[in-house]
């Protein structure tokens, strides 16, 4: 038993009672509660929240207890009343121990870096052959996989709030099965663990923009759900696969939350989790020489510290079975171009490149790399992607967690500026 309990309605707390404080919910209906073993759930989300601490306290009988303490024994129970789960959190970061999975990634040392200036106490799951040399060595450091339950597991244990980062994120694989076995074994192996794992309170998981599907025509919020009449890439189909899995586990009593950010951009590692830092770096070297199809494609741009941002305030203030959309600007890949051209005071590219082409390219690229093992930067898949649109509101996350995502001008900038300064590109 921890030394300090906390319990957030509706969450879970380790023994089978909940509370109610006058004022609070005088009425609670009995098909408010759920019961899942010890554990207990009861009904939307409430205002209030109650820390009982156990401390030092006189003998029987003592009489020095304060107002709102029970003298019982030796030990004096105290309570505190927070107004929210903001307040709380604030008051508990200096305890808190915190895992996340992805750590290795653009997103997950992000928001690593972000709870350890916040004061929270960091655990993290990577496998071994991991590059974490860019992780602090605060951190605490498990080896494993996602896709091993036992490894899972031991990392969740004392564990109050996990962060669900880990995917494997790629538009194509020689082996598509990897896609299942991590992104929706792995989403399998961790809330099985956190049902198993007593500590856990609250379960962030992210998934993605392309988990609900494209959105020709028009703006989608978090009630779309995706048509699964076709999937652009084995990646998408993946996600959509764990999204079911997790809206199924938020309807049975998993305290979770899910996060939809959407095409993730900013200074930092320049790898597949973050597209748009590649795209720019060939079009500034010359391999890029044209827009890529003629600007019919929309996507929502995120900003990495505006969905870092997003994270921690999902934690402090995220509904439990809520989802929430981190996404950004709307915007065409032919409309990054052109600002991109503006902010470094270039030339816009001046032609076209057919989709069509680009899908030839694609397949040379995936026949290539079955050779090399190398994976290609663009493949079919990513020009099946880029023949709709994907854009989203954030206007919930903005509503219910303070979201404030920076204009996609101001966060291109800042990218623009790293990857000169980090001689991946000229201007």
């Given at each position: 038993m921890p030394h300090c309990m906390a319990v957030i309605e509706p969450q879970y707390t380790a023994s089978g009672n909940v509370e109610v404080l006058p004022g609070v919910d005088d009425a609670v209906e009995e098909d408010d509660v759920q019961r899942l073993g010890e554990r207990v759930l009861r009904g939307p989300l409430q205002k209030m929240v109650v820390l009982r601490e156990t401390v030092s306290g006189g003998g029987a009988g003592s009489s020095d207890s304060g107002e709102g303490a029970e003298v019982i024994g030796k030990s004096k129970k105290t309570e505190r009343v927070f107004q929210d789960q903001t307040e709380f959190f604030r008051a508990e970061s200096g305890t808190m121990k915190i895992l996340v999975t992805g750590a290795s990634g653009f997103l997950g040392g992000r928001l690593c870096d972000a709870l350890l200036r916040q004061g929270y106490s960091v655990r993290v799951l990577v496998r071994s052959t991991s590059?974490?040399?860019?992780?602090?060595?605060?951190?605490?450091?498990?080896?494993?996989?996602?896709?091993d339950y036992a490894s899972i597991l031991a990392a969740c244990s004392s564990c109050t709030i996990v962060f669900h980062l880990a995917a494997l994120v790629e538009p194509w694989l020689p082996d598509p099965s990897k896609f299942f076995s991590v992104n929706v074994g792995g989403l399998k192996n961790v809330l099985a663990a956190v049902m198993e794992t007593r500590t856990v309170e609250k379960l962030l998981y992210t998934s993605s923009f392309f988990a609900l599907g494209p959105t020709d025509g028009?703006?989608?919020?978090?009630?779309?759900?995706?048509?699964?009449?076709?999937?652009?890439?084995?990646?998408?189909?993946?996600k959509v696969a764990a999204d079911k899995i997790a809206l199924q586990a938020a309807s049975e009593g998993m305290p979770i939350v899910l996060l939809y950010p959407g095409v993730i951009y900013g200074p930092g590692k320049v790898t597949a989790g973050n597209i748009v830092a590649r795209m720019l770096v060939e079009r500034f070297s010359g391999r890029l020489p044209g827009y890529v199809g003629y600007g019919s494609d929309k996507f929502s741009f995120s900003h990495v510290e505006d969905v870092v941002e997003g994270h921690i305030s999902a934690m402090k203030k995220g509904k439990v079975g809520s989802r929430y959309l981190l996404t950004g600007e709307n915007a065409s890949l032919k409309h990054v171009f052109d600002m991109a051209a503006v902010i470094t005071d270039t030339k816009k590219p001046v032609f076209s490149i057919p989709l069509w082409m680009v899908e030839v390219y694609g397949w040379l690229s995936v026949l290539f790399s079955r050779i090399t093992g190398k994976l290609p930067f663009i493949s079919p898949p990513t020009v099946h992607v880029l023949r709709h649109r994907w854009e989203y509101s954030c206007e919930k996350a903005k509503s219910e967690l303070d979201y404030t995502p920076r204009s996609l001008k101001e966060g291109l900038a800042e990218v623009l500026l790293w990857l000169k300064n980090s001689k991946f590109i000229k201007y």
């Open positions: 590059d974490i040399s860019s992780l602090s060595p605060d951190i605490e450091i498990f080896h494993g996989d996602i896709t028009g703006v989608a919020y978090e009630n779309q759900v995706h048509h699964e009449k076709y999937f652009c890439t084995e990646y998408e189909k993946s």
